[in-house]
């Protein structure tokens, strides 16, 4: 049971750069959710998705698309890396208001 | 705008003293609210949950729940070195049913 994986641990893109964070979840919760997580602003919701086939936008969605391919997994793309999207990414599931997370992606736009 | 406000710190105790967390919330409608601790460089985990008013204890931390007062906070007693890390608060009240978080404190223990 490894919970919420996470891949990549670490990204560098180049600003222009396109790329998708993959996060899958074996706890079969029906909710997930894309956070950022910024010094000196806390965790912020980029996406959420409440059940497979649905998802809505969260707190900071622009620059951003998801798609959930089905109960496990939850993708964020990336079209055009910007420097202001450096941060470390936490996927999360839940069940409950309970959320649980993984283990986090650190990515650098240069 | 639902908010949780917590002091950034950083918080810093003697090892085997009482650490006290706080933290505010806006909406005075949220049922659950949360502590989470993140070690550095580390994701968040679940330390407490709690739902209804007074202390929920849970081995060496107490979770405090005063709705009226929009106020929650986390003891930790005989704090070990172990225990410094970042601490969460967060309520669930996001119109997408997610937690809202603060920005967390920072607890140092001193050995």
């Known amino acids: 049971n490894a919970g919420v994986t996470q891949t990549p641990k670490f990204q560098v893109l180049k600003t222009g750069q396109s790329m998708t964070l993959q996060c899958a979840q074996d706890m079969n919760h029906n909710s997930m959710y894309w956070y950022r997580q910024d010094p000196g602003m806390g965790l912020r919701l980029i996406y959420y998705s409440a059940s497979e086939g649905t998802t809505d936008k969260g707190e900071v969605p622009n620059g951003y698309n998801v798609s959930r391919l089905n109960k496990r997994e939850f993708s964020l793309r990336l079209e055009s890396a910007a420097p202001s999207q450096t941060s470390v990414y936490f996927c999360?599931?839940?069940?409950?208001?309970?959320?649980?997370f993984g283990p986090g992606t650190r990515l650098t736009v240069t | 705008q639902k908010e949780v406000e917590q002091n950034s710190g950083p918080l810093s105790v003697p090892e085997g003293a009482i650490a006290s967390l706080n933290c505010t919330y806006s909406d005075r409608g949220s049922q659950s609210f949360f502590w989470y601790r993140q070690y550095s460089g580390k994701s968040p985990e679940l330390i407490m949950f709690?739902?209804?008013?007074g202390d929920k204890e849970d081995g060496r931390f107490t979770a405090q729940l005063n709705k009226a007062s929009q106020y929650v906070s986390l003891l930790i007693r005989d704090s070990q070195p172990s225990d410094s890390a970042t601490y969460l608060c967060a309520f669930y009240g996001g119109s997408q049913g997610n937690l809202i978080f603060g920005k967390g404190t920072k607890l140092s223990v001193k050995p």
């Open positions: 709690i739902y209804s008013n």
């Open positions: 999360a599931s839940s069940e409950d208001p309970t959320q649980y």
